[in-house]
């Protein structure tokens, strides 16, 4: 008697529905492979299946900008009201020395934000694109008028090395939700390298015709809203902002999701 006839040796098992869950369980166990079923920022175990290994706690904890003074135009925050003139603008925005018109951030680069920008950037967790989308949307002022996006590029060494540019991402979401057209005219030159230790000048030197317009770009009377995921001096959006001002740009808002607190750094 074949051993798979005889009575004996089946136990009581319904196989169909064995078989069914082992096939039901696959993708969530090659998914805790790939993220772990803690919340990548606090460790919490996570209760449901997730594309984004971060707890809503995590995701709903970043404050949006707060300081007691900002300059009008590019927000940079102030500990007092000696550094902004009778219009509330900064000394760099009436030196002209920022190449942006308007700039505006959704939180500062510290705690929880920054945390799910590092997982964003630095883990590939690109799906986090769109909740930090939504987070650079509720940034975007209502006034801001824009014909186009345009993210601040990668150099094409880091891009390909991260495999994606995070800025990019986050300029996709915003174009899709606006209905406004991603234009792709910017290139990047040069690598910024150890561009995080300079100074203010040195990262304004270090930029310094660090990105290029794509031939043919005819960016002639468009407002450009550019996007990039964090704000340190400013340095790098300005080097950006002047070259799409070279291709015709009227003006050019910068976005980002968080800018480095630099108040007690650069104000003592
Ligand atoms: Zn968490
Ligand atoms: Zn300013």
């Given at each position: 008697m074949a051993a798979s006839s005889c009575a004996a040796c089946i136990p009581s098992v319904n196989w169909t529905r064995t078989a069914a869950s082992s096939i039901r369980s696959i993708p969530h166990a090659l998914f805790s492979v790939i993220f772990p079923a803690d919340c990548r920022l606090c460790a919490t175990p996570l209760d449901r299946w997730t594309?984004?290994?971060?707890c809503q706690t995590c995701l709903t904890a970043p404050e949006p900008l707060e300081a007691?003074?900002?300059?009008?135009?590019?927000?940079t925050p102030f500990t007092n009201q000696h550094p902004l003139d009778a219009n509330g603008v900064c000394a760099a925005c009436r030196g002209n020395r920022r190449g942006f018109d308007h700039a505006s951030s959704f939180g500062f680069y510290s705690g929880p934000l920054r945390g799910l920008i590092h997982l964003f950037k630095y883990a590939g967790m690109s799906p986090l694109a769109t909740p930090l989308g939504h987070l650079l949307e509720r940034a975007l002022p209502v006034d801001t008028a824009f014909d186009a996006v345009v993210a601040v590029p990668l150099h094409w060494r880091k891009k390909w090395q991260r495999g994606f540019n995070q800025a990019d991402l986050l300029a996709r979401h915003i174009a899709r939700r606006r209905q406004v057209p991603l234009l792709n005219v910017l290139r990047r030159r040069k690598s910024a390298g150890v561009q995080a230790s300079l100074s203010v000048a040195a990262r304004r030197l270090n930029v310094s015709g660090a990105f290029a317009l794509r031939p043919s770009s005819d960016l002639k009377g468009k407002r450009i809203l550019l996007i990039d995921d964090v704000m340190t001096t400013g340095a790098t959006a300005s080097a950006c902002a002047a070259a799409l001002k070279r291709g015709g740009a009227t003006s050019v808002s910068l976005l980002t999701l968080a800018r480095v607190d630099r108040r007690w750094t650069d104000q003592q």
């Amino acid at each position: 008697m074949a051993a798979s006839s005889c009575a004996a040796c089946i136990p009581s098992v319904n196989w169909t529905r064995t078989a069914a869950s082992s096939i039901r369980s696959i993708p969530h166990a090659l998914f805790s492979v790939i993220f772990p079923a803690d919340c990548r920022l606090c460790a919490t175990p996570l209760d449901r299946w997730t594309r984004v290994p971060v707890c809503q706690t995590c995701l709903t904890a970043p404050e949006p900008l707060e300081a007691e003074h900002f300059c009008t135009l590019c927000r940079t925050p102030f500990t007092n009201q000696h550094p902004l003139d009778a219009n509330g603008v900064c000394a760099a925005c009436r030196g002209n020395r920022r190449g942006f018109d308007h700039a505006s951030s959704f939180g500062f680069y510290s705690g929880p934000l920054r945390g799910l920008i590092h997982l964003f950037k630095y883990a590939g967790m690109s799906p986090l694109a769109t909740p930090l989308g939504h987070l650079l949307e509720r940034a975007l002022p209502v006034d801001t008028a824009f014909d186009a996006v345009v993210a601040v590029p990668l150099h094409w060494r880091k891009k390909w090395q991260r495999g994606f540019n995070q800025a990019d991402l986050l300029a996709r979401h915003i174009a899709r939700r606006r209905q406004v057209p991603l234009l792709n005219v910017l290139r990047r030159r040069k690598s910024a390298g150890v561009q995080a230790s300079l100074s203010v000048a040195a990262r304004r030197l270090n930029v310094s015709g660090a990105f290029a317009l794509r031939p043919s770009s005819d960016l002639k009377g468009k407002r450009i809203l550019l996007i990039d995921d964090v704000m340190t001096t400013g340095a790098t959006a300005s080097a950006c902002a002047a070259a799409l001002k070279r291709g015709g740009a009227t003006s050019v808002s910068l976005l980002t999701l968080a800018r480095v607190d630099r108040r007690w750094t650069d104000q003592q």
